[in-house]
């Protein structure tokens, strides 16, 4: 069955209302320059509240080696999502430094930029929109066509723009491992509609349901 990442969260009622409706993981972005940057406190009370429940995924960008380390152990991190020019040696370090899984999002421009995931031996690849001067969050889609270049074994986690009036088409299109959401279940940056939530899964769920009956 699909998974589902809900990102961009800055509280513990959100961070509660993703884990009950059963996400597999929960994003927590520490990069100052978004909308959605998720405060020290916020995401102390997240790691607590959500600790063996589901993924707690810490958002980078750019990010030093030490800053992740101490944000992963502070934060209780399991997972650590990385959005910037991080390479597969940056990935390693920080997988050993931590004990957390790493994924690397890469930003789709073409085919040729869903391939160079292949020199990331890691725990989840990311696809996700690319649109110039922003790292994520932009509620635009790509050319889920341009996933079939994806090779290789290791798990594709489809992300930008995903919405409940079209997360069951990306399940269909794409069958990834799981799917992420930031904008698209949101009533504004950084606070989550419960009825977008809702909606979000049950439109994975039908999407399962129907492949499995096919």
């Given at each position: 069955m699909t998974?589902?990442?809900?990102?961009?969260?800055?509280?513990?009622d959100d961070?509660?209302?993703?884990?009950?409706?059963?996400?597999?993981?929960?994003?927590?972005?520490?990069?100052?320059?978004?909308?959605?940057?998720?405060?020290?406190?916020?995401?102390?009370?997240?790691?607590?509240?959500?600790?063996?429940?589901?993924?707690?995924?810490?958002?980078?960008?750019?990010?030093?080696?030490?800053?992740?380390?101490?944000?992963?152990?502070?934060?209780?991190?399991?997972?650590?999502?990385?959005?910037?020019?991080?390479?597969?040696?940056?990935?390693?370090?920080?997988?050993?430094?931590?004990?957390?899984?790493?994924?690397?999002?890469?930003?789709?421009?073409?085919?040729?930029?869903?391939?160079?995931?292949?020199?990331?031996?890691?725990?989840?690849?990311?696809?996700?929109?690319?649109?110039?001067?922003?790292?994520?969050?932009?509620?635009?889609?790509?050319?889920?066509?341009?996933?079939?270049?994806?090779?290789?074994?290791?798990?594709?986690?489809?992300?930008?723009?995903?919405?409940?009036?079209?997360?069951?088409?990306?399940?269909?299109?794409?069958?990834?491992?799981?799917?992420?959401?930031?904008?698209?279940?949101?009533?504004?940056?950084?606070?989550?509609?419960?009825?977008?939530?809702?909606?979000?899964?049950?439109?994975?769920?039908?999407?399962?349901?129907?492949?499995?009956?096919?």
């Open positions: 998974k589902v990442k809900i990102c961009g969260i800055t509280g513990v961070a509660r209302l993703a884990a009950d409706h059963g996400a597999w993981a929960v994003g927590l972005i520490f990069w100052p320059g978004s909308p959605r940057a998720c405060s020290d406190d916020a995401a102390e009370q997240i790691g607590a509240l959500l600790h063996r429940r589901c993924e707690v995924a810490g958002v980078f960008v750019n990010a030093t080696l030490d800053q992740v380390a101490l944000a992963a152990d502070r934060f209780g991190l399991s997972l650590l999502q990385l959005h910037g020019d991080e390479g597969p040696a940056y990935c390693r370090e920080a997988a050993r430094r931590t004990g957390a899984k790493v994924m690397k999002a890469v930003r789709v421009k073409d085919a040729a930029s869903v391939r160079d995931l292949g020199a990331f031996h890691i725990d989840f690849h990311m696809l996700d929109a690319n649109v110039p001067g922003m790292v994520g969050g932009t509620g635009q889609t790509f050319s889920w066509d341009l996933a079939k270049a994806h090779l290789g074994e290791v798990p594709l986690v489809l992300s930008g723009g995903i919405t409940p009036d079209n997360a069951g088409e990306a399940v269909r299109l794409v069958r990834p491992f799981a799917v992420d959401s930031a904008s698209g279940t949101e009533a504004q940056p950084g606070r989550k509609d419960p009825a977008k939530v809702a909606a979000l899964f049950a439109a994975v769920e039908a999407a399962d349901t129907e492949l499995a009956t096919a």
